[in-house]
Antibody, heavy 130, light 108 residues
Framework: QVTLKESGPVLVKPTETLTLTCAVS??????????VSWIRQPPGKALDWLAH???????FYSTSLKNRVAISKDTSKSQVVLTMTNMDPVDTGTYYC??????????????????????WGKGTTVTVSS | SSELTQDSVVSVALGQTVRITCQGD??????ASWYQQKPGQAPVLVIY???NRPSGIPDRFSGSRSGNTASLTITGAQAEDEADYYC???????????FGGGTKLTVL
């Protein structure tokens, strides 16, 4: 059974750095075509994709948060870590990690890719306040 | 462009068919995935790829794509389908992913 579980501080102060850990089980972070994304959701608002790491250790970041976030993985510990610097009250919300898989179709010589977040953690709530 | 646009609110009568759309340039080269989120819960994948449903997702959910628009169709909507629905796609730059703003579906 594939599971992901987020953990980290419930409360952080403005300007502090947030560190969240995603513990995965039921699959390996070194499996082909496997990756883990972090997504957040401010209260009452839409999902917001933050960062992604592939099994190859290739990393991708949200354009708007690129200078503040970093993602890493420890395959031996089955963990993916997200750090976000200079936290602000607008960063308050629920933070999710999710496993991403991908595939593609070749149609008339054109490759169309598809990616999907098939299993999500329950999320962890972070409040930024002094 | 890295934006995905969804209608904010859609309603459907019980048992009727509803289509939820998602528009964006990225959809011309990448397929969207769709997620259902009920209050207080984590999102759940309902459609991915051309039209694939994960195990456990009812076959009344289906997906399609035309040009820059992806659609999620619920044929015979049930009360339990009332939720927020989000599309997600890799940006055409292949440097990041993006979610649509979400559609709140009300089943009347």
């Amino acid at each position: 059974q594939v599971t992901l579980k987020e953990s980290g501080p419930v409360l952080v102060k403005p300007t502090e750095t947030l560190t969240l850990t995603c513990a995965v089980s039921g699959f390996s972070l070194s499996n082909d075509r496997v990756g883990v994304s972090w997504i957040r959701q401010p209260p009452g608002k839409a999902l917001d994709w933050l960062a992604h790491i592939f099994w190859t250790d290739e990393k991708f970041y949200s354009t708007s948060l690129k200078n503040r976030v970093a993602i890493s993985k420890d395959t031996s510990k089955s963990q993916v870590v997200l750090t976000m610097t200079n936290m602000d009250p607008v960063d308050t919300g629920t933070y999710y990690c999710a496993r991403m898989l991908y595939g593609y179709y070749d149609v008339s010589g054109v490759r169309y890719s598809y990616y999907y977040l098939d299993v999500w953690g329950k999320g962890t709530t972070v409040t930024v306040s002094s | 462009s890295s934006e995905l646009t969804q209608d904010s609110v859609v309603s459907v009568a019980l048992g009727q068919t509803v289509r939820i759309t998602c528009q964006g340039d990225s959809l011309r080269t990448n397929y969207a995935s769709w997620y259902q989120q009920k209050p207080g819960q984590a999102p759940v994948l309902v459609i991915y790829g051309k039209n694939n449903r994960p195990s456990g997702i009812p076959d009344r959910f289906s997906g399609s794509r035309s040009g820059n628009t992806a659609s999620l169709t619920i044929t015979g909507a049930q009360a339990e389908d009332e939720a927020d629905y989000y599309c997600n796609c890799r940006d055409s730059s292949d440097k990041h992913w993006v979610f649509g703003g979400g559609t709140k579906l009300t089943v009347l």
